[in-house]
Nanobody, 113 residues
Framework: QVQLVESGGGLVHPGGSLRLSCAASGWGIETMGWYRQAPGKQRDLVATITHAGSTDYLDSVKGRFTISRDNAKNTVYLQMNSLNPEDTAVYYC?????????WGQGTQVTVSS
């Protein structure tokens, strides 16, 4: 069983930055990542990172967001720069083992002037 605790969401002006963190308990985690869901829309992958450090990003966040991971702490981070209103959503942390996928409770990110 893996539990995820997210932090770091909030309200930011356009062009600002936020850093999300997600700490996982448990073992056997291979891939960690962030997804987001805006009101009335589907949940989309934002960024993922494997245990070895390979990353993947949603096209619209490339060059603005950076995902990183501390394997010793079982923690994944999402540094978000140059935020714009289209980035407003609930951001969910995800962790995958060989057999299961786990989700955090979500943290709200609002980009507004």
């Amino acid at each position: 069983q893996v539990q995820l605790v997210e932090s770091g969401g909030g309200l930011v002006h356009p062009g600002g930055s936020l850093r999300l963190s997600c700490a996982a308990s448990g073992w056997g985690i291979e891939t960690m990542g962030w997804y987001r869901q805006a009101p009335g829309k589907q949940r989309d992958l934002v960024a993922t990172i494997t245990h070895a450090g390979s990353t993947d990003y949603l096209d619209s966040v490339k060059g603005r967001f950076t995902i990183s991971r501390d394997n010793a702490k079982n923690t994944v981070y999402l540094q978000m720069n140059s935020l714009n209103p289209e980035d407003t959503a609930v951001y969910y942390c995800n962790a995958r083992t060989f057999a299961f996928s786990y989700w955090g409770q979500g943290t709200q990110v609002t980009v507004s002037s």
